[in-house]
C-alpha cells in the first residue's frame, strides 16, 4: 500500500455482477464523466490532464459519475460541492486529489496525491469500484444540509424569491406531497430538485396570473417592472456559481434576468478571512501565508512578499539584483492568460481554441526550465497568431462588455481601456528585460483579449531572456524591523501589499487585490447584455474570486 | 420489409453520427464509445426534479426523438427505400422539424428551473432565424422538380445536381439545417458553459439517452434531406444507390461536425439579423433565379 492512497475497504468490494447488469457495470466504468471542483483551470495549474486519465469533464453534475476534487476544498465553496454531490445521480464516486476532505461532507471515496500518476491510480480504482457495486447504493443517501436550511425559511412563492430544495432522499421516504413510484431495476426516483450550483428555478412564475381569466393584458402587467425597450417580462434572480462551468470557480453571480438579458448582477467570492487573519506572524514564513491567499497568482504573491520584506526600512536580506523574480513572475504570467483563454474559449463554444490553449497552458505549467519553455514556443506563437487574426474573434467579441475602468482599476482590464499603468513600469529589471506596457484603447473584451494574447507573448519573451526561473532564497536577521510597501503586477493587475515588522515577526499586513476592485465593474459590463454577452463580460475581467469578499 | 431495412439503416447511421461526434470533439476514434456510453446512461439513477412540469417533462425526449422520425419517414434512401413516399414531403419534413421545437420549449419548460428555461427560450429565438432559410429552398427545389415529392426531387437531379445549380440555395439550407439541430455554431440551447447544459441540463438516465439518441436521429435526417435536396440523393456511378446516399450523408455530417468545432457560438444578435437582413434576401433571390433559368431552359 503506497502511502497517501486509500485502499477501498474489503467490505465495499462485493463479486462483480455477470450477466446484463454485469456489462452496464462495464459501461458505466469505462465512461467516466467528471465535475470538477473548482474547476478545470485549477485542475490544470496543478499539472493535471483530464483527458490523458480518461476522464470527461461535463458542465452540470446531473451528467457526471465523479466528483472530482482537486486539492482542499476552501471553506467559501464547501456548501456549493455539498449541493454538487447532492445533485449527481448514483452511483457516484468521489475522487480526491491531495486532500483528505475531513470534516466536509461529502467524505472522499478515493484518496490519491495530488499528480498525473496520483490521478491515473484513483481512476483505475474509481473504474473498479463502479465494476464491482454498479447500482445505485441505498446506503449513498445524502442531504445538503445548506439546501435543507434555506427550505425551512422560505414559505411561498414569491416573485424573485430564491427557492432551495432537499437533496436526493432516497427511498427512505419524505414529507412531500409529490408520490415517488420507485421502479424496478437500476432507475430510483426521488422527488428531489436540486437546481445546483445553486440555481434558481422561475418560481416568480406567478400563481397569481392563473386565477385572473378575464383580465387584460394591461392590467396583468402594470406592476411588472420594463425594460428600456418598453416591454414588460418576468424578472428571475437567477445564481451562476459559485461552481458555475463558464465563470471561474468560486465566483457566485446573482444575474437579474429580464427575458434573456442581464439587467443587473451582484457578485461576491470566495475570499477566506481566515488566511488574512493568520497573516501576520514569523518573517521567515510569511511568504508562505500570503500565497494561500490567491491559488491562482502564487509566485505573485510570493515574489510581493518579498519584496514588501527587501523593502522594509534599513533591512537588506537578499541581494538587490531581482532579475531572478521577473523570469518566475512571467512564466506565470503567461500560464495565467493561457489558462484564461481555454476557459474563455470554452465559454465562447470555440471548442478548437479552447482545447488548444489548454494544451499549451498544461505544456507551459509542467516546463521544468526556461529550455523547454522555449521549445514551446513556436506553438505558442502560431496559437497567438491564429487567435489575433481571427475574423470570427473579432466579430463576436467587438462593442460588447464596454467599460469606463476608473482609476483604481489596474492590469488588463485598465490596459484594455487605454490606460497604461502598470507596475512593471518602475520596475528595472523588468523594463531591462524587455517589458513595455501594452495597451489597447477600445475597452471592450475584443481590447482586454487582444491585450492578453500580446502579453502572452512578451512575458515569454522576457523569459526567453533570463538565466533561472527559480526565486531567491528568503534570509532573516532576528532583530528586523520597520514598515515596508511593495506593488507587484499580478496576471491579473496590480497587488499591493503593507507590512511592518518587528522583532522579526510581522505584526500588521494589509493587501490590496486587483480583483477586488474589478469586482465593482461587474454591473457595468453586464448592463442591458444578452446573457451570453454578459458572462463573456464578466470572463474578461478575470475574477479571481479567492481575491474577492464573500 | 421497407421500414425495417430504414430503420436499421438509420440506426446505423446514428451509430456512426455519434462516433464521428465524439470523434471530432476528443480527437479519439472510440467505435464502442456510444454503445459505452449508453449503457452507462441505462445504468444512472432517473432524477425527477421536485416541482417540475411533469407531463412536459417526461414528454420532451420522446417527442424530439419522434420528430426526428417523422421526419425520416418521408426521406427516400435508395429508389424504392421510403417508407412512405408522400406526394407533400418536403412540406412534411418541415411540419416534423418543428416539433423539435415543441420538444426543446418543453424541455426548457419541464424541469422547472432557470438555465433550462433560457435555454429553451434561446432555440425559439434561434428557430425565428432559420425557419425561412429551411423552407425557401426547399421551394427552389420543388420549382425545379415540379413536385413536392422527395423521390421526384431527387429524379430531377439526374442531368445535374441542385448544389451546382442553386448553389446559394444550398448554402442557405445547409446553414439552416446545422442550426435546426443545434450543433456548433448554433448550439444555444445546449451550450455548456453559458447555460450549464441548458435543455439538457436536468436530465439524467434514460431520459438523457432518448434525449440525445433524437437529437442524433435528427443530425441524420436533416443530412439526408441536405443529400436529397441539393445532392442528387441516390446518383452517381459504380456504387449501388444506398451507397451513396450513405456516403454523402456521412460526409455532410463530417463536414458539419467539423465546421462547428473551428468556429465560435455566433451571437443570437448576429443570428438573427444576418437571417433576416441578408439569408432571406438571399433566398428569395436564390427562388428568382431558379425561375429565370428554368424559364430559358424551357425554351
Known sequence: MEPGCSATTVREVREAPGGWRGLVARAMARSLTTFVVPDARMAREAGIDLAAAGLQPVATPRHASVLLVIGDV??????AVTVVYAQMPRPRTVLALGTQ?????????????????????GVAQVRARISSQPEASADDVFTAQVLDAADDDD?????GEMHHHEGNDGEHGDEDDDATNPHAGHDMDD?????????MDHGDMDHDMMGGGGMSMVSMTQDLPRSPDGLPMEWSEVAFGPLFPGLPAGLAS????????????????????????????????????????????????????????????????FPPANVPWVAACERERAASHLGWLAGFGELLGYDWMAAQAAALH???????????????????????????RNPMLRLRLAGIGTLDPGSEASGPVARGSGKRGDARNDDHSSVEAGFYPIVQDAGDVLARFRVRLAEISLSLDMVAGAETLSLPDLSVQADFRGTGWAVVETPRGSATLQIDVQDGHVRTAHVDAPSAVHAKLVSQVVDQAELADALIGIASLDLSPWEMDG | MIVIIVVMSLLIATYVVAVLEAWVATGHLRPAGPLMSGMALLGRESIIPRQPDRLFFEIAPPLLLLAAVGAAMVLPLAPDVVVIDLATGGLFVNAAWVYVLVALIMAGWGPDGAYAMVAGWRFLAQLVAYSMLIVMPITAVAMRAESLSMTTIVQSQVGSWNVVTQPL???????????????????HPLAPAEVAGGVTAEYTGVRLLVFRLGRLLLIVTLAIAVVVFFLG?????????????????????????????????????????????????????????TGITLWMVDR
Not at chain 1, 262 to 279: F, K, Q, T
Open chain 1, 191 to 199: 422527488s428531489a430538485i436540486d437546481d445546483g450550483d445553486g440555481s
Open chain 2, 233 to 289: 440523393g441516390w446518383h452517381g456511378p459504380w456504387l449501388p444507390a444506398w451507397a451513396w446516399t450513405a456516403t454523402k450523408t456521412l460526409a455532410v455530417v463530417a463536414v458539419m461536425l467539423v465546421t462547428g468545432r473551428f468556429l465560435p457560438r455566433l451571437r443570437s444578435e448576429h443570428l438573427m439579423a444576418w437571417s433576416w437582413k441578408l439569408g432571406v434576401p438571399l433566398a428569395l433571390a436564390n427562388i428568382l433565379w
Open chain 1, 254 to 317: 446573482t444575474l437579474t434576468l429580464d427575458g434573456d438579458t442581464v439587467v443587473d448582477a451582484l457578485s461576491s467570492g470566495a475570499m477566506d478571512r481566515a488566511i488574512l487573519s493568520s497573516l501576520p506572524g514569523p518573517v521567515a514564513s510569511f511568504p508562505d501565508r500570503l500565497v494561500a491567499v490567491d491559488p491562482l497568482a502564487p509566485v505573485a504573491y510570493r515574489i510581493l512578499a518579498m519584496k514588501a520584506l527587501a523593502n522594509v526600512n534599513g533591512a537588506s536580506i
Open chain 1, 362 to 388: 498544461l505544456a507551459l505549467v509542467r516546463a521544468p526550465d526556461i529550455s523547454s519553455i522555449k521549445a514551446i514556443r513556436p506553438d505558442v506563437d502560431r496559437f497567438l497568431r491564429d487567435m489575433s
Open chain 1, 74 to 79: 476552501p471553506p467559501g465553496l464547501a456548501d
Open chain 2, 169 to 187: 440555395g444550398f448554402l442557405l439550407f445547409w446553414l439552416a439545417a446545422m442550426a435546426a439541430c443545434f450543433l456548433p455554431p448554433f448550439d
Open chain 1, 155 to 159: 414559505g411561498g412563492m414569491d416573485k
Open chain 1, 101 to 121: 476532505m475531513t470534516g466536509l461532507l461529502p467524505a472522499a471515496n478515493i484518496t490519491v496525491p495530488l499528480n498525473q500518476k496520483g490521478l491515473e491510480r
